[in-house]
Nanobody, 126 residues
Framework: QVQLVESGGGLVQAGGSLRLSCAAS????????MAWFRQAPGKERECVAA???????YYADSVKGRFTISRDNAKNTVSLQMNSLKPEDTAVYYC????????????????????WGQGTQVTVSS
């Protein structure tokens, strides 16, 4: 069993930055693929970034060059550094953990992830 707790959301002006953190419980954290999803009102859930156990990363086209995902397996944490934020980045952001077999094209499928955090709101004003 893995529990995920996100922090770091908030209100920021366009062009600003935020850093989201996700603290995970469980001794096997390093084996999991970790991802950040987001869901805006009226829109489908979207995978914005993911990181494998070895540090390989995936980014959605909409955030490439602006967001950076990282993990610290010793501290059981995964972070999402968000720079040059845009109003369209406004959403609830969720941390998710899934089995190490989740990689390649399926990394964006939220249904494959086993554990989810409660979400943290990110609001970017124009």
């Amino acid at each position: 069993q893995v529990q995920l707790v996100e922090s770091g959301g908030g209100l920021v002006q366009a062009g600003g930055s935020l850093r989201l953190s996700c603290a995970a419980s469980g001794r096997t954290f390093s084996r999991y693929v970790m991802a950040w999803f987001r869901q805006a009102p009226g829109k489908e859930r979207e995978c914005v970034a993911a990181i494998s156990w070895s540090g390989t990363t995936y980014y959605a086209d909409s955030v490439k060059g602006r967001f950076t995902i990282s993990r610290d397996n010793a501290k059981n944490t995964v972070s999402l550094q968000m720079n040059s934020l845009k109003p369209e980045d406004t959403a609830v952001y969720y941390c998710a953990a899934g089995g190490s077999e989740i990689w390649g094209p399926v990394v964006v499928r939220g249904t494959l992830y086993d554990y989810w955090g409660q979400g943290t709101q990110v609001t970017v004003s124009s």
